[in-house]
């Protein structure tokens, strides 16, 4: 019903920059809140950033606050997570996942539809 497919992984070094995109079929994406989250290997998948519907409201984990930035393109079915200041620590695969409807807090359980995810590595 609905796709979602993330772009933009690879590796790089710290200090360097990515900006990963998150591609929405269908035409109801602008009315829901969307998220970013990751998973390193042996941890639990944790958030990262959320977006409001209309892109004017957003949270960001305490880890990456000052360094990543999310947006959207809503006349796109977009989503991107910029990131800045890369650290090894930031090293797992990444998610961009839709909210249920009348989500106040975004969090794993409060997603209904997830991408599959793209590797970020970065390297020390």
């Known amino acids: 019903q609905v796709q979602l497919v993330e772009s933009g992984g690879g590796l790089v070094q710290a200090g360097g920059s990515l900006r990963l995109s998150c591609a929405a079929s269908?035409?109801?994406?602008?009315?829901?809140?969307m998220g970013w989250f990751r998973q390193a290997p042996g941890k639990e998948r944790e958030f990262v950033a959320a977006v409001s519907w209309s892109g004017l409201s957003k949270s960001y984990a305490d880890s990456v606050k000052g360094r990543f930035t999310i947006s959207r393109d809503n006349a796109k079915n977009t989503v991107y997570l910029q990131m800045n200041s890369l650290k090894p620590e930031d090293t797992a695969v990444y998610y961009c996942?839709?909210?249920?409807?009348?989500?106040?807090?975004?969090?794993?359980?409060?997603?209904?539809?997830w991408g599959k995810g793209t590797l970020v590595t970065v390297s020390s």
């Open positions: 996942a839709r909210a249920r409807t009348g989500v106040i807090r975004v969090e794993v359980a409060a997603m209904d539809y």
């Open positions: 269908g035409r109801t994406f602008s009315s829901y809140a």
